[in-house]
Structures are given as C-alpha cells and as structure tokens.
C-alpha cells in the first residue's frame, strides 16, 4: 500500500527539541521530492519546509527557518524534522506530503500532533 | 492572512451546486502558477482534489471541478452531498516569497444543510 506515515510528535517545554519522522512505502521514495506542513489547531494548511529527492534543494519557511532541519535517508525510506528552539506557535499536527514535480501534494500523511508547552 | 484568499465558509443543500473562490495577485494565480485543490475531512488528513486547475485524480468523483482565470480560481461541487461536508484548500506558488514559494488558502470550511 502506498502509504506515509509520521510520528516522534509529542508535548515538549518551549526551547525544547523535537525530531519527527515519516516512513515511506509503497512506493520509490528516493525519486520524490517531499515537504512538511502543519496545521495548527483551528486554523488552516501552512507549508514548512521542502527537500528534493537527491537532498540537494532545500527550502524552509521563514517561520522555521534557522530552528528546523530537514533530512531523508533514501536508504530507509525516511524523511525527517529536527525541531529546535520550539516555540508556542510551533504547536500543531505535522503531515509529511510527497511532492508531485508538478507543484502539488499527491500523497499525505496522517499527521503526528505537536504540543509545545510548559 | 493567506497570500490567497477564500471565503471561510460555504453552504448548500444536498444536490445543489456550490463554488469555493481562491483569489490571488499578480505575483501567484496571475504569473501562470497552478491552482491545486485539497479537500480535509473532519479529523483526516488533506487529500489531493484537483491538481493542475482543473485536473482530477483518480478516484475523484467527477462532481468535483476547477477552473483558473486571470488572478483567481474556483472550485464547483455539482451534486451536493452530505459527505462533501469538510474543509476545502486552494495551493499555488507566489513569485515573491523566498525559497520554495508554496502558498496555500486560508480554507473554506463547506456545510451542507
């Protein structure tokens, strides 16, 4: 089954590290280029950061940009957020989405929830 | 405030037809980028809905379309049903936002009476 699924969400004390995780199948990974985006609480889609299929263009959001880092290990079919110096506003669920080269987001994943908080 | 704007919410009776509106500017719909839809169930993820303007994948119901022109696009939904209800996303891309320039609609939240 094609498929991605997240996780490493949790609740974590602002300034605090977070390192999620998307496993991949189904499908080649190591030929898409994949993104995160997240979705706080209420509110709507907001794009987070990017990562072509070789890991050799990455973009971030400014919102992110500076405390985020993001990876793939096309070995392991994984895509991956290290999330430093986490804030507040950071609080959301996090999607992986695979990126069709055409521009759009064919395949999601469930989500894993991010709480950031003391 | 979304770089494309939608209205927050839309309604209509089960069979009826309602549009979603995604406008944007010169620097995003207006600069030749395409429009891409997501439709998100209640408690789901995003699932892609319409991809290139006006383009389904497969699976999608044909009761689902888009449209582009000028610095705006529209999603229609003939057929009303009541499992259309969920919130419903417009994605494009803006020429003056740095790095990947993924822009994204604030949604339109659908209701079906």
């Known amino acids: 089954e094609v498929q991605l699924v997240e996780s490493g969400g949790g609740l974590v004390q602002p300034g605090g590290s977070l390192r999620l995780s998307c496993a991949a199948s189904?499908?080649?990974?190591?030929?898409?280029?994949m993104n995160w985006v997240r979705q706080a609480p209420g509110k709507g889609l907001e794009w987070v950061s990017y990562?072509?299929?070789?890991?050799?263009?990455?973009y971030y959001a400014d919102s992110v940009k500076g405390r985020f880092t993001i990876s793939r290990d096309n070995a392991k079919n994984s895509l991956y957020l290290q999330m430093n110096s986490l804030r507040a506003e950071d609080t959301a669920v996090y999607y992986c989405?695979?990126?069709?080269?055409?521009?759009?987001?064919?395949?999601w994943g469930r989500g894993t929830l991010v709480t950031v908080s003391s | 405030q979304s770089v494309l704007t939608q209205p927050p919410s839309v309604s209509g009776a089960p069979g009826q037809r309602v549009t979603i509106s995604c406008t944007g500017s010169?620097?995003?719909?207006?600069?030749?980028?395409?429009v891409h839809w997501y439709q998100q169930l209640p408690g789901t993820a995003p699932k892609l809905l319409i991809y290139?303007?006006?383009n389904r994948p497969s699976g999608v119901p044909d009761r689902f379309s888009g449209s582009k022109s000028g610095t705006s696009a529209s999603l229609a939904i003939t057929g009303l049903q009541a499992e259309d209800e969920a919130d419903y996303y417009c994605?494009?891309?803006?020429?003056?936002?740095?790095?990947?320039?993924?822009?994204f609609g604030g949604g339109t939240k659908l209701t079906v009476l």
């Open positions: 010169s620097s995003n719909i207006g600069a030749g980028y395409d």
């Open positions: 994605q494009s891309y803006d020429s003056s936002l740095s790095g990947s320039n993924v822009v």
């Open positions: 990562i072509s299929s070789s890991s050799s263009t990455i």
């Open positions: 189904g499908f080649t990974f190591s030929s898409y280029s």
């Open positions: 290139g303007n006006s």
């Open positions: 989405a695979r990126d069709e080269e055409a521009g759009y987001f064919d395949l």
